[in-house]
């Protein structure tokens, strides 16, 4: 059924982005612009990262990506010298 949802959304993505174009070009308000114009940006170069800061009396990081690492990656980075 996702997949069903996914192919349809995609069928309409071409229109989509020329609507948001619409809007940051031309659309009635400066936050109707600025919301469409992120969204473009969103989509063509995905959400800027995001730093996490906490502190805490153990050597504990977090790390936050868009892209989960393959677990050969995981283990290069978390794993070496163990």
């Not at 400066?30 to 114009?37: L, M």
């Not at 805490?56 to 978390?78: C, G, L, M, Y």
Request: glycine share 4%; with cysteine; charged share 20%.
């Amino acid at each position: 059924m996702i997949n069903e949802i996914e192919a349809l959304a995609r069928q309409y993505a071409p229109q989509a982005i020329e609507a948001l174009v619409k809007i940051a070009t031309s659309g009635q308000s400066d936050s109707a612009r600025v919301a469409a114009a992120t969204a473009i940006l969103d989509r063509a170069f995905g959400r800027p990262s995001q730093a996490l800061h906490a502190r805490s009396e153990s050597n504990v990081q977090f790390f936050i990506a868009d892209k989960p690492p393959t677990a050969e990656e995981w283990e290069a980075k978390f794993c070496a010298g163990n």
